[in-house]
């Protein structure tokens, strides 16, 4: 089973400079423990504990996974998955919590 | 340096200034490695907020699709402050993602909606460093 994993400019240290990766799994998480197998580092940069970083956007075939379940979004062969940091910031001290 | 010409330059102000008091954001894309900064594109600020700002994820989504298209890259980020320096903060060093990208702030603390001028600066912000650069405008 082979997914297309788009990977952002700031995350191709992990990939030797590659735009896009192929990875496996079943599901996000699962994908995300095989694309940190052959990219070591990676994960700790996607996931924050159990969670996806609150400041990572991840999509499977252009939907937002926050709306699709997350880290358990189901995931087939020849799906698309795109990895983009959010484009965030501004004067405040803190980041709220919630999106948006 | 940046070097950007002055109908880009112009557009980011008059984005700003027309949020404020709401931090506006957007970015100037340009060809892949050129270093040039070309194709102006506001971006609404999803957290709609004096004080912070956010590109919406799906539109996030289609920007990059395009530029990925086109082979382009954010050239330049850009948003404003609209009480406080235009100087990155804590938050945006932190959240700074694009170490190829001039981070543009624009400060409207002085004159918020009205003529005037704006505090207009560029940085770098690479692996939690901020450089500060000089901003040359190229007359049009």
Redesign the interface.
Known sequence: MAIDVRI???LRTYTGGEKAVSGEGSTLAALIDDLESNHPGIKERLIDGSELRR?V?V?VN?E?V?FTGGLETKLDDGDEV?V?????????????VA?? | MLKIDRATYDAIVTHAKKDHPDEACGIVAGPEGSDTPTRFVPMVNAAGSPTFYEFDSQELLALYKEMDRSDEEPVVIYHSHTATEAYPSRTDIRLASEPNAHYVLVSTREHGNSEGPVEFRSFRIVDGEVTEEEVSVVES
């Open positions: 952002p400019t700031i400041f956007n999509y252009d937002d926050r795109v983009l940091p959010a484009v965030a910031g501004g004067s405040a001290a803190t980041v709220p999106r948006g």
